[in-house]
């Protein structure tokens, strides 16, 4: 059992980290195709669409325990080997969220450190950041596939102590409920975006920060809630300084 840390509301933040799907990107349809996909091709049995939702935001290990728990690590090899197959090989390519890129310019133009933890594996991951233009806005990226899956803290435990910057600094912005638990789980403040795969209701249970009904909020948000540090904008902003 994964053990939570007090959480302390930020005076001021200083990094933003963020889940990659289902937060800055619409890949539900895609990671659905793939999953569904893989399914059929192993002759599973069948599992709904809502279920297959449900894992997104799960590093593959864990979606496919969640999904066909009691299997052995070659039936998850396997499943692995063919979900990729079929999200490599999708010729439709998912979109950022209305608003995501230039939210995420925004804030680091604003001076903020900014990082990814998701559940997705390393090269895919490395593949949408090439796709989106975004690899040089991150200053930290963590995966499934290099650490601990969500909800357990250590992927973003490790982003923070690779950046050295403390956890009541810090933001994590997701639309899993894996999300919130993972940074209530570091000591970190969580902020729910309600419009990807966990619906508002059950995200509230966990107790967010926040629940944004659009990425675009957030620096509003931020500004609402005090939490923008003077410090951040005594410099010129980081995209000039580049």
Sequence with gaps: MVNRKTVVTPVKVRLIVFDWDGTLMDSETEIVHAMSAAIDEMELEKRSIDQCRNIIGLGLKEAIDTLYPGRDEAFRHQFVERYRHHWFSNTQTSELFPGARETLHLLKESGFVLAIATGKGRTGLDKVLLATELETVFSATRCADETQSKPHPQMLQEILQELSIAPHQALMVGDTEYDILMATGA??????????????????????????????????????????????FSQPPLAAAD
């Design 187 to 232: 000591g970190v403040a969580p902020i729910a975006v309600t419009y990807g795969v966990h619906e508002r209701e059950r995200l509230l249970q966990h107790q967010p920060l926040a629940c944004l009904d659009n990425i675009s909020e957030l620096l509003d948000w931020l500004a609402e809630e005090n939490l923008l540090d003077p410090e951040l």
